[in-house]
C-alpha cells in the first residue's frame, strides 16, 4: 500500500501507506500533480515526514490538513477495503465533517485515485498570496481549509 503509480494514461493511484517523504520525492507527481508535492511539502516542514502517511492524512479529515485541498481539486476518489470486498468514493462523499469520515469501522484506505493535471502556472501566484496564513510560517493555516 505503499506506492505513486500512473494508470490509464490520465489518473494516478497512490497507496493509502505511502508517506510525504516519497510524494514530495515523486518526478510523476512533481510533473503531472505539483500542487500535491506543495501540500505534502507543508505537513513535510510540521511534522517529519518520514512518519506521516497520505491515508492517516485524510482519516483524520481535519479542518486543517494540508493534503485534502489539493486531492479535492485533482477530483480524488478512495478506495477503501475491508474483508467483505472493496469500494470506491469520491473523496468529498468520504469527508463527513471535521474530524469525521465514511469510513466503516474495518475499512482502511487501500489507495487514491487522482487526476493528472500539470498547471501552468502555479494557482497561488494567480491570486498573489501564499497558499498559507498567518504571521509565522510553522502556525500558518491552509487558506482553502480555513
Ligand atoms: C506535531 C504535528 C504536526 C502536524 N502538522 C500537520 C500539518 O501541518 N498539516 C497536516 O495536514 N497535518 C499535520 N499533522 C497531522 C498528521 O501528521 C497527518 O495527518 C499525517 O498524515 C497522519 O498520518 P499518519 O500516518 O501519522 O497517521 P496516524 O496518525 O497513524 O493515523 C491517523 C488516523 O488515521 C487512521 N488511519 C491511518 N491510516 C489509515 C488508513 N490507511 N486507512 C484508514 N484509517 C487510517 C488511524 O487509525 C488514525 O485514526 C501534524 C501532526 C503532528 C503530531
Known sequence: MSYIEPKNGSTIEIGGLT??????????????????????????????????????????ASPAGDILPPLLALNASVTLVSTTGERTLPLPDLLQGPGKTALA??????HISLIACRPTPNPYSQIGQSPRHGHRRGERGGVIAA
Not at 512533481?30 to 492517516?56: F, K, N, S, T, Y
Not at 469501522?105 to 487501500?110: A, L, S
Request: glycine content about 6%; some cysteine; hydrophobic content about 50%.
Open 105 to 110: 469501522p474495518h475499512e482502511v484506505i487501500h
Open 19 to 60: 508517506k510525504y517523504m516519497r510524494l514530495i520525492n515523486s518526478p510523476l507527481l512533481q510533473a503531472e500533480a505539483p500542487l500535491l508535492v506543495q501540500a505534502a511539502d507543508l505537513v513535510g516542514q510540521c511534522r517529519p515526514a518520514i512518519a506521516a502517511r497520505l491515508g492517516g492524512n485524510i482519516a483524520n
